[in-house]
Every structure is written in C-alpha cells, then in structure tokens.
C-alpha cells in the first residue's frame, strides 16, 4: 500500500465514522474507497466493518449525556444487536465469495435509498410507540443486525427507524441508542472477522483511527450539521461507486 493509497484510507474512516455518528451510511465512504485501493469485495467487507467499530465508539463517548437513562434496554437490545450481527457475519462467510460480488452493488444502491428517504422514514415513525422494548422492537434490531453483520451500509438509518417507530423518547436519545446498538452488533462482527475472515489488518488500523476520530467529532456535529446536505452528497457519492461496480 502507497502513501497515497494510506491517506485516502485514513480519510474515508474520518469521514465514515463522523457520517455515522450524525445519522448513519458512513460505510458508502470507506467501502468504496477500499475497493478503490484494490481490494477484492468480501475482503474489502470485512476490513470496512472492523475498521468502523472505533468510530461506533467515538459516537458513543461523545453521546454520553444522551444515554443517561437508557443502561436498561441499551443492555436488552445489545443482546439481540449482538446476535443478529453474529447471524449476518455467519451468511457472509459461509456464502460463496462470488455471490457477494454479484449483489454489492444492489446493497451499495439500495443503502443510498435508505439513505434518500431518511426523512420519510422519520416522519412515518411514532405511530406505535412505548416507552420500553417490546417483541416488535427486540425483532425489528435482530434482523437490521442479521443486515448490519452481512453488509451493514446504512445500518444507522434502519436503525433509527425502527426505534423512532417503537421507543417514545426525543430523537437525540435515539440516534444515541442507535449508535451504541451499532457498536453492540460491530463488535460481535469483528470479533468474528477478525477470527475467520479475510480482514487486512494494516487497511482496518487506518479506517479505525480515522473512524475514531470521525466519529468523536460527528457526535458534536449532529447537533448543528444541515443533515440535508450531508445525506444528498453522501447519496451521490454512493449512486457513483454502484455504477463503477456495476460497470
């Protein structure tokens, strides 16, 4: 790997991880841009998701006022995040290789949707909403994590969605839990790739740091950031790497 090669590296998990801590859908930053260096999809997947986990951190460390209160169904719905990521991480790696490849770039399109319609997404939460987790809920985050384990681009934004539809709290507190239900399901993936997957560990050191970093920052940035701008250009960026990979 060049020095160039490194830098781009190092920032794409900076941009990741601050993307991720405001709303969701960093992995349309540092997926591509490990495919760009050369790395083959699965392997690239794998490296992405374990780089990403510091960043997960970060938005959580900087969320700590936010998640006051919520130890309760953070512990609850941690348990359920981890094993539907250990579900998804068991069909990534068990699926052939080239299945993957076939269908990254549908991800990679269908998670910038996620991403467009965000908005919406939002405004259709809330209509059955309770204070604590329930069947509906414990349900809605296994099969977001079972996504998350396999792939987990705009991971966040499901996320969200599910829980401002079921969980009757502000939307801060939400997007904190959210962060912290990332870092549940992206701890138990790595733990898993580090074991039995391709994970390239130099390219991963440097998407951890940046996402760190990033994801430290994009906590305090939630706050003030026009979200409208971020996703639209976030959106372009993804709707270029599918066609690229489709190509």
Not at 61 to 79: F, N, W
Not at 207 to 225: E, S
Request: aromatic fraction near 6%; proline fraction near 4%; hydrophobic fraction near 55%.
């Amino acid at each position: 790997m060049g020095v160039l090669e490194a830098i781009a590296l190092l920032a794409a998990g900076g941009w990741a991880g601050a993307v991720n801590a405001v709303a969701g859908g960093g992995s349309l930053i540092s997926f591509p841009a490990l495919l760009a260096v050369g790395y083959p999809p699965v392997a690239a997947n794998v490296t992405n998701q374990v780089g990403l986990v510091p960043g997960y951190l970060g938005g959580s460390l900087g969320y700590r006022s936010e998640l006051t209160g919520q130890r309760a169904r953070a512990r609850a719905l941690g348990v359920t995040a981890g094993l539907g990521a250990a579900a998804g991480t068991a069909l990534l790696l068990l699926a052939p290789a080239h299945s993957f490849k076939v269908i990254v770039p549908y991800l990679v399109l269908a998670s910038c949707a996620l991403l467009a319609l965000q908005p919406q997404l939002t405004r259709a939460a809330g209509r059955h909403r309770t204070a604590h987790p329930g069947v509906p809920l414990h349900a809605g985050v296994f099969a977001a994590s079972v996504y998350g384990g396999y792939f987990g681009g705009a991971l966040g934004i499901v996320l969200l969605a599910i829980l401002g539809a079921l969980l009757a709290d502000g939307l801060q507190r939400l997007n904190a839990l959210k962060g912290l239900l990332s870092l549940a399901g992206g701890v138990v993936a790595a733990l898993s790739y580090a074991v039995f997957g391709p994970v390239h560990w130099g390219a991963a050191a440097l998407i951890a740091v940046g996402a760190l970093v990033g994801g430290r920052t994009g906590a305090g940035l939630a706050r003030r950031l026009r979200p409208d701008v971020l996703r639209w250009a976030i959106v372009s960026y993804g709707v270029t790497a599918a066609i690229v990979l489709l190509v």
